[in-house]
């Protein structure tokens, strides 16, 4: 498979120009001003193309919750959005604490072929907040543990964790929740968790990824780890810098502006390393019971694009190295950057068209959104993985 990608704005991390990307058996073998190439062409005038996204926190509930969302569905999802690799997290039915079923997904995600997958594995057994010894048998393909939905409560099981994690080189992804103190005040039972894990980072040398850090003070602390050189990295919603004072339930909650604002400055400074979706599809029936979350994958970009480089805090570039660059060196992958041999896995965008966000129109199975009506700028036109067109929302390619 061999691809051209002529006249585009050209944006990563760290390059920004007019000119081609040429893609073949998957890689990228050539970029730069007027290539030729004999081969598939799409034109890319007027259009900005990137890496594609890659999201560290998602939910496909599959297996055992497949009426909320499922690999194929999810994956479609995905590819709307711009991104070409998920990190699934492990609250599905069963709970993932197997290779069992770390193998269940990797395996139909490879027959669909829509996306790259990654399937986190749950820090304790079963999400019983105990027991590790399931961590020792974990094979290769495993690269992160999570309890996500749940925080480990036991400050010596989070130690535990942390030294098994450190051994076997896997990052432990954190929700932050103090389940004793979450009803009576949840920006302080996000606090004191992310405090409590940064002081036993300081303690193993693990690595540490804090998931949807959503308070000031969370991100302060965050800061002072960071740049005491502590193994911690950290990531942000697009609904956590983009909402305040707004009830729409999420976990954790929608904070204040103060909130935002305090977000927004880490991400200018530097100290924010991704933009995690938390994708958490839900049916309506379970919205009205009160589950949390989103469904983020496809509003993602517009959304983070609008607010953040739309909103005059940061480049272009910088927006580029935190949906792509730094969750693929995260997540030790090939992909995120666009250099000679990284994956062929891009994103063609047009900035100038404005959408409108209707959830009837989403791929997800979970219409729940706190966007419905809402408009942002940045119209994902297409997703190419491995030098194929996986979504086309628009584009002609030249089949020479």
């Not at 997290?89 to 997958?117: F, G, Q, W």
């Not at 910088?318 to 994956?343: Q, T």
Request: proline share 3%.
């Amino acid at each position: 498979m061999k691809l051209l990608l002529k006249g585009a704005k050209v944006i990563d991390y760290n390059k920004e120009f007019k000119g081609d990307i040429y893609i073949e058996d998957g890689k990228i073998l050539d970029f730069g001003p007027d290539l030729n190439y004999d081969c598939e062409i799409i034109n890319c005038n007027g259009l900005v193309v990137m890496p594609s996204f890659i999201d560290l926190h998602t939910h496909f509930r599959d297996p055992g919750f497949t009426y909320k969302e499922d690999l194929y569905t999810g994956s479609k999802a995905a590819l709307k959005g711009g991104y070409t690799f998920v990190n699934l997290m492990a609250n599905t039915n069963p709970i993932c604490s197997s290779m069992e079923v770390v193998n269940y997904v990797l395996e139909k995600s490879k027959e669909l072929d829509l996306i790259d997958i990654h399937q986190t594995v749950s820090i304790t057994k079963d999400f019983d907040g105990k027991t590790l010894e399931h961590i020792d048998s974990l094979g290769k393909e495993v690269r992160f543990l999570s309890d996500d939905g749940k925080g480990v409560q036991e400050s010596v099981v989070m130690y535990r964790a942390l030294k098994k994690a450190k051994e076997k080189n896997l990052t432990i992804i954190a929700h932050e929740e103090d389940e004793g103190i979450v009803g009576v005040d949840s920006r302080l039972s996000e606090n004191i968790m992310i405090f409590r894990d940064i002081e036993l980072v300081r303690g193993t040398r693990a690595k540490l990824h804090l998931a949807h850090v959503s308070t000031k003070q969370a991100i302060e602390g965050i800061v002072k780890g960071k740049e005491e050189g502590l193994p911690i990295t950290c990531e942000v919603t697009p609904h956590h810098i983009s909402l305040y004072d707004n009830s729409y339930k999420v976990n954790p909650p929608i904070r204040k502006k103060e909130d935002v604002s305090a977000l927004i400055e880490a991400i200018k400074a530097g100290y924010v390393d991704a933009i995690g979706t938390d994708h958490a599809p839900h049916s309506v029936e379970d919205k009205k019971n009160g589950a949390c979350g989103i469904s983020g994958l496809e509003t993602a970009f517009s959304i983070s694009y609008t607010t953040l480089v739309r909103g005059g805090h940061i480049s272009l570039n910088k927006l580029s190295e935190i949906m792509s660059a730094n969750p693929g060196e995260i997540a030790d992958i090939n992909k995120g950057r666009i250099e000679v041999g990284y994956d062929g896995d891009l994103v063609l965008l047009d900035l100038n068209k404005e959408v409108k966000i209707n959830s009837k129109n989403f791929v997800s199975k979970g219409k729940n959104t706190p966007f419905n009506g809402e408009k942002y700028w940045g119209e994902i036109i297409a997703t190419i993985k491995s030098g194929k067109v996986k979504y086309n929302g628009g584009i002609e390619v030249d089949y020479r």
